[in-house]
């Protein structure tokens, strides 16, 4: 028999608990450990999914960690969704000194106490989060991965998907690539259909596929302030694109996606992280791809990194 498949949650909040929830219904998960500084919180999370299961496809012990933070050490995988959403209601950058603060409490603990996993982080800004806790825990960097724009990117698909006359987003390979923020770019030079470079296609079928890249970009970037304005939150998104990220992991899938990792010299920039395309697999992000980018889109690159770095600089205890 296999081993059992041990994942953690830190913040139960809409994500963390959209992610419990994905997690047990896509039959993930064999163990399933909650932690938040909220006692009452978790426990009732807790007790709802455990309710729960006789709706899923397959039977799962839930464990209430509470802020026992060194509970989770044995995990194979543990979901960073500690933050407060409220605070990101302008911008991203809102829960910066929220969620890193919140680093502090339990990303040295679990590492001390034998976490050898793999770190999957959804906290915004999601980018500055994951730099923080690789520099808190001394973690492989290749085994801690946003979820960046893996979500952008989705978001920016449906959006082609609109303006081509709802052709398939699973059929289109278009990429949201740099900061999870307001910062990111659309790497339009490389987005295809089906290998067909998007560029060509337009040509070739105006009617169809030519359309006006700054207005689908833009709404793709703005599609989580859409979702926010009626509902003071994202959740189901944002939550099954962590989620994605973490079957990659334990199916080692060899998965290509956005994910936010740690720069290492693509495009000359390192010593953060940022979004490119990943392959994923069961040891983390094997390879970063980089696309061809037109000038415009590296200059936009090197803008977005640059604003992570200042972001990053705001935390004054760096």
Not at 23 to 42: F, N, P, R, T
Request: contains cysteine.
């Amino acid at each position: 028999m296999s081993q059992a498949r041990r994942i953690g949650i830190v913040g139960l909040g809409h994500v963390g608990t959209h992610v419990a929830n994905s997690l047990l219904l896509q039959g993930l998960v064999d163990e399933l450990y909650l932690a938040d500084i909220d006692a009452q919180k978790v426990a009732s999370e807790a007790q709802d999914l455990l309710d729960s299961l006789a709706f899923c496809p397959y039977n799962a012990r839930i464990v209430n960690c509470g802020d026992a933070y060194e509970e989770l050490a044995g995990c194979d995988i543990i979901v960073n969704a500690a933050g407060k959403v409220a605070l990101a209601a302008g911008n991203r950058d809102g829960e910066l000194f929220y969620t890193t603060d919140a680093c502090r409490t339990f990303a040295e603990r679990i590492e001390n106490a034998g976490f050898k996993g793999i770190w999957v982080s959804i906290a915004n800004p999601c980018d500055v989060v994951c730099t923080e806790i690789w520099h808190l825990t001394g973690h492989d960097p290749k085994r801690v991965i946003g979820s960046g724009t893996g979500l952008d990117s989705a978001r920016l698909r449906a959006q082609i998907s609109l303006a081509c006359g709802g052709l398939d987003p699973k059929s289109i390979n278009a990429y949201m690539i740099g900061e999870h923020g307001a910062s990111q770019l659309a790497a339009w030079k490389a987005a295809s259909i089906s290998g067909k470079l998007l560029s060509e296609l337009a040509q070739e079928a105006p009617e169809r596929f030519a359309f006006d890249l700054d207005e689908v970009e833009d709404k793709g970037r703005q599609g989580g302030y859409v979702t926010y304005a009626g509902k003071q939150c994202t959740e189901y998104a944002v939550a099954n694109a962590a989620v994605r990220v973490v079957a990659a992991v334990l199916h080692d899938e060899h998965a290509v996606m956005a994910a936010s990792t740690l720069m290492e010299g693509q495009y000359g920039e390192e010593g953060i992280f940022t979004s490119l395309p990943c392959i994923i697999g069961r040891n983390g992000v094997e390879q970063v791809l980089e696309l061809d980018l037109s000038e415009q889109e590296l200059e936009r690159f090197h803008a977005s990194c640059a604003h992570i770095r200042e972001n990053i600089g705001r935390l004054t205890w760096w």
